[in-house]
């Protein structure tokens, strides 16, 4: 099941939106244009060869860089043909935290980010139009740390490079799932090698998408010593989203709104 649209219009534009799309498409990019080769190394430290990075691959996040405070730790990287699991130089920036910023702008390919930048034209637009758009953005950044320090908690001694908006999005539809349950969600569902578009209900859209991510992190999911998804970062930034919608009012942050329309239209129709 894919979500292509909801039908929950807002009051606003939402600008921070379209700059989040924009400058991660930007700089998805820069990154793909920017490619080039670096030395690995086997667990022997000897060299086995130069394999292809993208050009803003230092800027990835290390768990284990941030979790020891040293951005010269080297990354892993696995299934390399015929060389198997290598180590690559990873020098971060210094401090190396800011990876956890920087990395959240990164993609691994069209699919990453396409599918990321989707859920965020489909369901940031209302969380904006609700927090207004500086606590919006302040809301993004923040469940990006919080999904982030999830993934490293998880594991902090991984030495596998992280990327990616998911976090981010991830309490973008935490917040989504509380205010909007009812809202009809259109989406693409496949039945066999036939597809067809339903209206669904954000609450099971959603619930299913964080229910996989629950039950893929039980089964192992993302623990594999080459990489994987990421998915105590989609947990974090979820649960982050949920919490913090809650504790700012949940529901009745859009009660006040809906109030709102119906006097202007009410206002309008008499005057």
Known sequence: ????????????????????????????????????????????????????????????????????????LPARIANVPQIGVVLVPHPSPSPVWLTIFTSMFLHGGLLHIGGNMLYLWIFGNNIEDVLGHFKFILFYLIGGVVAALAHILSSPSSAVPTLGASGAIAAVLGAYIIL??????????????????????????????????????????????????????????????????????????????REDRAFQHYWYEER
């Open 1 to 72: 099941m894919i979500p292509i649209r909801d039908e929950n219009p807002t009051r606003t534009t939402p600008y921070i939106v379209y700059l989040l799309i924009a400058l991660n498409v930007f700089v998805y990019m820069v990154d793909q244009l920017g490619g080039h080769t670096v030395l690995a190394y086997n667990a022997m430290g000897q060299a086995v060869g130069r394999i292809p990075v993208d050009g803003l691959w230092n800027y990835t996040m290390v768990p284990a860089q941030i979790w020891q405070s040293n951005p010269d």
């Open 180 to 257: 909007y349950p009812n809202a009809r969600v259109m989406s693409l569902v496949f039945l066999g090698f036939f597809a067809t578009m339903v209206a669904v209900p954000a609450v099971v859209v959603l619930g299913l998408w964080i229910f996989l991510q629950v039950i893929s992190t039980a089964l192992g999911g993302g623990m594999t010593p080459g990489g994987g998804v990421a998915y105590w970062a989609h947990i974090g930034g979820f649960a982050f989203g949920v919490v913090v919608i809650l504790l700012l009012g949940g529901r009745r942050l859009i009660r006040g709104r």
